[in-house]
């Protein structure tokens, strides 16, 4: 059974997962429970002056029959006097001295960081995450994800919070910004000891069409508010591995966004996360998903021979590649397996329509795809398909004329009856040897 | 006038088998559908209706879209949801079948698009095209004359229907199963046919009140869509008298009269087809103590459909194969007490007090012999050209179960729909 405690720039914790600073990690007795069902730790909510909320303040975006697939909220900091926060969090760490409990905090003058920190501190934070991303309401108020956005702003408040924190101080970043190197670099420079990322994507999550008012309504208006949940993974990994891939960024990250199971949190961890943040999906299901999210990479780790979940931070960045640097020999074609295919043509129409013309029905069906570029290839003779349940619905596939791009199998319904397999391996011809040996140029072009 | 339906009708103590999905159902349902292309439910529908296009209108809650596209096809898309065996044709495609798991229930989501896109108080679907100055007199008010005049009135035709009946609908308000559609919704679906613009008459027979010479003076095209004939009848001794009723006619007094105090008591059902099936399996849902069908040959030779036999199975309707009706018995007062037949020769009785012959409806000879070079064919048939319904007389046009001898709704509505897109092409 593999370790799954992490130390996080000091921060212990039992498992890489932790609340993200959100709703679940408001209070005390929530964070307990959380612990009891096994979440190894928990930002809480974000302290700072308390602030008034409205009504309402989530919305959500369902995708066929899927409940939730983008959430959104304009809900701001915590709402709650400071006291009753730090009473609350002296007295989990009591009770759960070996989870990482760490507090968020946003505050706008130096004095009032100074205050914060020390309370916190005294408290018995394990460490600390500074707010620069929360992309509606405090951002107005010249916190939040202004501060993100404004690298030497964050630098420099990074940098007085070090002067007065004795434990690790985490930055946590927003996504609502061009590069994040940029303020992930100044985080760096400001002496940051982590990275967590990322905040909400600013949003707007539906439109009431009856009403015709934004969603989230507040009586007859809305604002603008955070996007986050599965909607938003992708994004917050390509941002995770830019940071994680950049030599100047030292520290350790804590990876947030749309993660809501292990596998998810695998591919952060892969991607160079070292501990994750979970939101939405405790909202959506409550803590108990834990369970699972533990249970599965441990499981995971062990069938990959690995004793550690450090074993596994930043084990997928050695196989990101600037797009110069992509094996351009390298060719895989789609197969059609005709006795698991339930006809449904759904490849047809995407390979037609969506992609490159060479998935085709029917006996009398061949034809030259208008796509080809790569003239003097003969048209495949039709395969024989007797005896499949489909029968004569059955698709298939111009070989030499498939680019395996991929499309036909991600449309396909049934697993593994399309499957791209490979015809020719790596061969190191890459475009940008193409351009140090100057093949770059292929006919067709501007100049010709 | 309009005629009234009575308060209390034997049909309305049989409930919906599909009852209507509520919008939450429908959405998980349609979801569901893969979308596919060139689709199998499409080819497998009498009316081609884009199944996979109005399914999708449904998920992204577009209903007024998706019923539009049903009606498009099929103007007695509201009816056919109920009532067509889907099982053996959309359904029965549904490439989920091939991969083991459950065909999309295109029936029932036909049927909410249909009837909320229909519900009182919905905006209009479709507006006519302005008067042509074409004119169609349709005889008989059943689906295949229903979806001919509505589709010929939203082309700007006058279209006049003729219906000897007090109510319009044919088949489908004296016929269908309770359980799959009750008399007012098969009003309610002539009423929506009515409002495109078609003009309907009822008490009107041909050759009593209306005649063929008449028609074919004052009107551009006539349209013969008047199903079958009577129940036909064994001809055995002791059929005539109290307690042997023709099927067609005992489901036609069950769903438009008003209820009888008599009980069913045990009843014989001869013949093998849907409509024996039907009969059978309302008499069981109605209280009859004893259902059983009798049919001549073995049960794999029935022509009723093997989902529709397995639902009178689950009523706890038996059948008898292989026998052949001989007599009727009746006691001293003319009362009916049991049927004579013959099981693979040996005669045995068996006892009823009801019977229901389901063995076929007469043709309709007097209604050819009103228009000059109309023609039956050997079944008593209409000669009609499937395609357009195209008869003998060059103005007269026919569709339905008098030109097939008798199949589903939806095959009605592919043929008067066929006739209208033929007239409106030839008008142009």
Redesign the interface.
Known sequence: MADLSIDFAGIRSPNPFWLASAPPANSGEQVMRAFDAGWGGAVWKTLGDPIVNVSSRFGAVDYAGQKVMGFNNIELITDRGLEVNLREIREVKKRYPKHAVIASLMTETKEDWKVLIRRCEDAGVDGLELNFGCPHGMCERGMGSSVGQEPKLLQEITAWTKEFAKTPVLVKLTPNIGDILDPGIAAVKGGADGLSLINTIKSIIGVDLNRLVPEPRVGNASTNGGYCGPAVKPIAMHMVASLARDPEVTIPISGIGGISNWRDAAEFIALGSTSVQVCTAVMHYGFRIVEDMIDGLSNYLDEQGMTSVRQLVGRAIPGFREWGDLDLGYQIVAKIDANKCIGCQLCVAACQDGAHQCIFTGPNDQQRPPHAHYPGTATAPRPQILGTVAGDRVPWVDEPECVGCNLCALVCPVPGCITMQETATETGDTWNRRVQEGRDKIPGGIHE | MKSVLPQRRDELQLKDKKPLYSAAEA??EA??C???????CIKACPTEIDIPTFIKKI?TDNVRGSAKTIFEQNLLGYSCARVCPVEVLCVGAC??N??HREPIQIGRLQRYATEKATEAGKPVLFTPAPPTGKRVALIGAGPASLACAGYLALEGHAAVIFEKRPFAGGLNTTGIAPYKLHVEDALHEVEWVQALGVEITTGMELGKDVFGKDLLRDYDAVYLGVGLGEDTKLRIPGEDGDGVYGATAWIERMKLTPTSERKLGRVLVIGGGNTAIDVARECALLGATEVTMVYRRDAASMSGYAHEMEGARKEGVRLVTRATPVAFERDAQGKLTGLKVTVDGAEQVLPCDMVALAIGQSKMHAIAAEFPGVELDARGCIVADPANGATGNAKVFSGGDCINGGKEVVNAVADGRNTARYLNQAWK
Not at chain 2, 34 to 39: E, I, M, N, S, V
């Open positions: 959405r998980a979801d569901r893969l979308y596919c292309q060139d689709a199998p998920a490439v989920y091939a991969w």
